[in-house]
């Protein structure tokens, strides 16, 4: 059971890191200013050093992760090319990226839950993952 919860613990959140950098590198290039820029390149970053540690301890367990839904990633970006066609201010970019991250915070807290039996390892990768988004939402909260 440890094996099996922690495995799918590390899906999840392999596919939500993927989420967030595709969300992020969605925006990055619209940013205005070169703090939020620092800001949203740094979670980039910090969100790039978790997936590879995601994906290391999937290839332990012989398994390739998992994308993010393709229904959820083609609805986030409708939404963020939509927006953005309206108004490509530092506001939306803050708008549309604190709702990502409480949508992967609220997700991550759940799979938490759903997958107790996970090892602590696993844990550690999806609450370094949900501090990661909430930081970045106390970050940019200045933009909104």
Known sequence: MIEHDTIKLLRECDAGIKMGLSSINEVLEFAGSDDLKNKLSECKAEHETLMKEAEHLLCQYHDDGKEPNPLAKGMSW?????????????????????????MGIKSL??????????????????KRLIKLEEKLTADIRGYL
């Open 109 to 126: 807290n759940r799979f938490l839950n759903e997958f107790k039996a996970a090892d602590e390892v696993s844990k550690d990768i999806a």
């Open 78 to 102: 409708i939404k963020t090319n939509t927006k953005l066609v309206i108004d490509k201010s530092d506001s939306t970019i803050a708008d549309l990226i604190t709702d990502g991250c409480h």
